[in-house]
């Protein structure tokens, strides 16, 4: 990466040091994506309740409401 600014850094630790940081780095990379993938699974399944419920008020409202205008009796 031309404008990475750890790698010069990462490079200046010695080995040891280096694959702990590296490992820290991986660890918040698995983290935030999992985090991720929980904000979409969530908003996945909030889209699904409100079309559901959405779809159902409709058709109760549509059993529940007369046509205008109805069959003179």
Not at 26 to 43: Q, T
């Amino acid at each position: 990466m031309k404008n990475d600014p750890l790698t010069p850094r990462l490079m200046a630790l010695s080995d040891h040091d280096r694959y702990l940081a590296q490992a820290q780095m991986a660890r918040a990379e698995a983290v935030a994506g999992f985090a991720a993938a929980a904000v979409r699974a969530v908003g996945g399944a909030y889209r699904a309740l409100r079309t559901g419920m959405t779809n159902w008020l409709a058709a109760r409202t549509r059993e529940r409401t007369r046509s205008w205008p109805h069959a003179q009796a």
